[in-house]
């Protein structure tokens, strides 16, 4: 298939990622309507407020322009809560619901873009995938707003508890990082059911749906298949290197772990920003008050990112250990990857090394153009931008100092972050047998 717009019998062929990321854009503009609605905000935002916030929803970053909880009313935190649940498990996953709920037929037009959303490689078994990510989302969210709901109904009532506990499960598991408080959870920093039940939701999460219904379908380390081995290891690697190295770098620093009260406080937060940082973007100490050591620490994971066909962004565990496996090989002069007694082909790799690239172009462009005009610091821009192509949502606290240039940037790699960076190059590819065959020949490199 030649992935690029041509016409068939007089119609025009659109490639499905185009399909995607046009129904995203469409999605967006929706949001950026009804957050302009005087029922959705106590005085008028402007357009620039509202795409920004209608984006960073459906990209499930949590980058915010606005505090979320104060600027704007009931309606439009639902509206918000709604574009995140949108964005996060994927449109296609919901138009699928909604036809198998009346009854209807999928064809195979929808069936490939489904595939597409949710980064499949066979339009075989899409239905009972769909049907297993919908029952996980309602297992995980249902059992979220009970939990949470321990916490915030003492403090804030049943009715506001309750919305409470609601609006952060759904921004928990679909690794959004929206919070209605403008510190985040910053206020509940020892307290043990927010700093376990938020974190396994956005653990979850961010294993992809995949993953997921293995472990509860096979339940055996034997039966499960080779991503969700690679996932798993690669999930708790991280998980146990970030947590230590946070804690490691900031137990001193009086702007963050340092200036807790006992060291239950300095673990409960080193646990939870640990493990926030790849997808989330929750925070429970000031994220502006981290070294700079800490702050690389953290863009180095931000743009690894979680899992493929999960709620997160970044290039993903699987692409981050790929590409581990490829230098490795490299250097063992290994034509193939071997990992769980299997191999990877040169394919795989070529398309690890060519999501690697674009990313890093598009990170690179994107700090380029918000130095043009931003007069801060570099390193706060470089994390911004990181954190909106991670679709992560930390912030040092930029957000709010970005001119239209800026804000038109991180929009756009919020964007790019969440329809995938491979989307991109998916544009520009197309697939054709070469007609003229070269001789090799050989560079020096390195």
């Not at 950026?32 to 008028?44: D, R, S, Y």
């Not at 195979?108 to 049907?131: E, G, K, M, P």
């Not at 080779?226 to 970030?242: A, E, Y």
Request: hydrophobic fraction near 55%; aromatic fraction near 10%.
């Amino acid at each position: 298939m030649r992935l690029k717009w041509l016409r068939k019998g007089g119609r025009l062929q659109i490639p499905p990622p185009a399909i995607l990321a046009l129904l995203y854009a469409t999605l967006i503009a929706v949001g950026a309507g009804l957050l302009k609605l005087p029922i959705a905000t106590p005085a008028p935002i402007s357009w620039s407020d509202a795409f920004f916030t209608a984006t960073s929803a459906v990209t499930v970053t949590g980058l915010v322009v606005i505090d979320t909880g104060s600027q704007l009313t009931l309606f439009g935190q639902a509206v918000v809560m709604v574009l995140i649940q949108l964005g996060g498990l994927g449109l296609m996953t919901f138009a699928v619901l909604v036809l198998t709920m009346l009854g209807l037929p999928l064809s195979i037009s929808h069936r490939i873009y489904l595939r597409d959303d949710l980064n499949q490689t066979s339009i075989t078994d899409l239905l009972a995938l769909v049907r297993g990510i919908i029952q996980v989302v309602l297992a995980c969210e249902l059992l979220g707003v009970a939990l949470l709901a321990i916490v915030f109904v003492p403090e804030f009532g049943w009715a506001n508890g309750l919305w409470q506990a609601l609006f952060h499960t759904v921004s928990a598991f679909n690794n959004a990082g929206f919070a209605l408080f403008p510190d985040s959870l910053s206020r509940w920093v020892a307290d043990p059911i927010i700093n376990l039940v938020i974190p396994a939701l956005f653990i979850f999460g961010g294993l992809g749906f995949v993953v997921v219904t293995e472990l509860y379908g096979k339940r055996s380390w034997r039966r499960f298949s080779l991503h969700t081995k690679l996932m798993i290891v690669g999930t708790l690697g991280l998980i146990l290197w970030s947590v230590l190295l946070f804690a490691v770098l900031e137990w001193t620093n009086p702007a963050t772990l340092g200036g807790l009260d006992g060291i239950g406080e300095r673990l409960w937060a080193s646990w939870f920003q640990g493990v926030t940082t790849r997808t989330a973007g929750f925070n429970t100490v000031d994220i502006g008050g981290l070294y700079d050591s800490t702050a690389m620490m953290f863009m180095s994971l931000m743009v690894i990112g979680g899992g493929s066909t999960s709620t997160a962004g970044g290039i993903k565990v699987t692409s981050f250990i790929v590409l581990l496996l490829a230098t490795l090989a490299f250097f063992k002069r290994r034509s193939q990857l071997h990992v769980f007694g299997r191999s990877l082909g040169a394919e795989e790799v070529m398309k690890v090394l060519a999501l690697a690239m674009v990313s890093l172009m598009t990170v690179l462009v994107a700090i380029f153009l918000i130095m043009l005009t931003y007069e801060g610091d570099f390193l706060d821009a470089a994390f911004e931008v990181t954190s909106a192509f991670g679709t992560v949502g930390l912030s040092r606290g930029t957000t709010g100092a970005l001119d239209e240039l800026g804000r038109t940037v991180i929009i756009a790699v919020m964007f790019i972050g969440r329809v995938g960076p491979l989307t991109l190059g998916f544009f520009l590819a197309t697939r054709a047998k070469a007609r003229v065959a070269y001789p090799a020949s050989k560079v020096f490199l390195g």
